[in-house]
């Protein structure tokens, strides 16, 4: 589990980079660039909610005993 979720986050920082470079700052609210900007905070979320769970997991790994 700890392997996938470190999968997960790396395709998460991917696509934050991805989208970082179709963003056009001259229109950054118009077209592509909205669905870029869309992208990378839908990956943001992502990767902050996979960090809670992993914190979670270890927090559940240390207090079951």
């Known amino acids: 589990m700890k392997i996938f ?5 790396a395709i ?8 970082a470079t179709l963003l056009d700052f001259s229109n950054l609210f118009e077209g592509n660039s909205l669905v870029a900007l869309i992208g990378i905070v839908a990956s943001l979320c992502a990767v ?3 960090i809670i769970f ?3 997991r270890s927090i559940d790994e240390k ?3």
């Open 5 to 9: 979720i470190y999968t997960l986050i």
């Open 12 to 19: 998460a920082l991917a696509l934050i980079i991805f989208n």
């Open 63 to 65: 207090t079951r005993y």
């Open 54 to 56: 992993k914190i979670a």
């Open 48 to 50: 902050c909610i996979l």
